[in-house]
C-alpha cells in the first residue's frame, strides 16, 4: 500500500496540482489586496468618501455585552468584486490555453486518408466472391 501511495503521490499530475493550488492561494492573496486597497477605495471615493467594508445594515443595535446584529453588505460586495476579477482572470487564463492547444491541433499532421466506404465496400465483394 505505500508503494502505491508513493507512486500516486510522485505523479505529475498531484504535483501539478498541488503547485496550481498554492499559485491559486497566492493569486488570491493578491487580488484581494487589489480589491481592498486600490480599488474599493476609489469606488469609496466615488460614493463620496465611504468605506465601502464599513457599510452595513444594523438590525439590531448593540446594548451592554450583546453585540449588534447586521448585514455587513459592504464586505459582500468587495467579496463578489474580489470573485469577479479571479473567475475574470481563469477565464482569459483558460482561453489563452485553449487557443494554444487549437494550435497545436491545427498544426499537427493529418493522418493519411483511408480507404472509403464505397471502396471497402468493394473490397469485401472482391473476397467474398474468392
Known amino acids: 500500500?505505500?508503494?502505491?501511495?508513493?507512486?500516486?503521490?510522485?505523479?505529475?499530475?498531484?504535483?501539478?496540482?498541488?503547485?496550481?493550488?498554492?499559485?491559486?492561494?497566492a493569486f488570491g492573496k493578491v487580488v484581494t489586496a487589489f480589491v481592498e486597497k486600490m480599488f474599493a477605495p476609489l469606488v469609496g471615493l466615488l460614493l463620496g468618501g465611504v468605506n465601502l467594508n464599513d457599510q452595513k445594515i444594523?438590525?439590531?443595535?448593540?446594548?451592554?455585552?450583546?453585540?449588534?446584529?447586521?448585514?455587513?453588505?459592504?464586505?459582500?460586495?468587495?467579496?463578489?468584486?474580489?470573485?469577479?476579477?479571479?473567475?475574470?482572470?481563469?477565464?482569459?487564463?483558460?482561453?489563452?490555453?485553449?487557443?494554444?492547444k487549437r494550435k497545436q491541433v491545427e498544426a499537427a499532421p493529418a493522418p493519411p486518408p483511408g480507404p472509403t466506404d464505397i471502396e471497402l465496400l468493394g473490397e469485401i465483394r472482391d473476397l467474398l466472391k474468392k
Open 1 to 25: 500500500m505505500w508503494k502505491e501511495f508513493k507512486e500516486f503521490a510522485i505523479k505529475g499530475n498531484l504535483i501539478d496540482t498541488a503547485i496550481a493550488f498554492v499559485m491559486g492561494a
Open 58 to 100: 444594523v438590525i439590531k443595535a448593540a446594548v451592554g455585552d450583546t453585540p449588534e446584529v447586521a448585514i455587513a453588505w459592504g464586505e459582500f460586495v468587495t467579496a463578489s468584486i474580489d470573485f469577479i476579477v479571479v473567475a475574470l482572470v481563469m477565464f482569459m487564463v483558460i482561453k489563452g490555453i485553449n487557443g494554444l
